[in-house]
């Protein structure tokens, strides 16, 4: 299983970027995806996460409204479009996929097992 994060960048505060992750190894349809941050000297967060047919969603508060997860199935790929970023969002965001098919896994880190390594956002003036 191999996910690759892609999007991730510079911008200024009030600026969007669009963050892709594509998956391969995995029948996707089958899974959740979520997306995820990390601060050095902090613990992994989960921003948004995504349920296997893209019904169900999940946001951590602060990036409700601006924030966005969406998901194509048949092109094995998820997007997290960021909006009026802030400087606090400021992290290296991973996408990741749980253990187990079939399963909501409460956007909770410790559920998920693939990752990617993860892709820079630094929103600074």
């Known amino acids: 299983v191999q996910l690759v994060e892609s999007g991730g960048g510079l911008v200024q505060p009030g600026g969007s970027l669009s963050l892709s992750c594509e998956v391969s190894?995995?029948?996707?349809?089958?899974?959740?995806i979520g997306w995820f941050r990390q601060v050095p000297g902090k613990e992994r967060e989960a921003v948004s996460c995504?349920?296997?047919?893209?019904?169900?969603?999940y946001y951590v508060d602060s990036v409700k409204g601006r924030f966005t997860i969406s998901r194509d199935n048949a092109k094995k790929w998820s997007t997290l479009q960021m909006n009026n970023l802030k400087p606090e969002a400021t992290a290296v965001y991973f996408c990741?996929?749980?253990?187990?098919?079939?399963?909501?896994?409460?956007?909770?880190?410790?559920?998920?097992?693939?990752w990617g390594q993860g892709a820079q956002v630094t929103v600074s003036s």
């Open positions: 995504v349920s296997w047919t893209g019904r169900r969603t």
């Open positions: 990741a996929i749980p253990s187990e098919r079939y399963w909501w896994s409460d956007c909770v880190v410790n559920n998920y097992i693939y």
């Open positions: 190894g995995v029948a996707l349809n089958y899974y959740a």
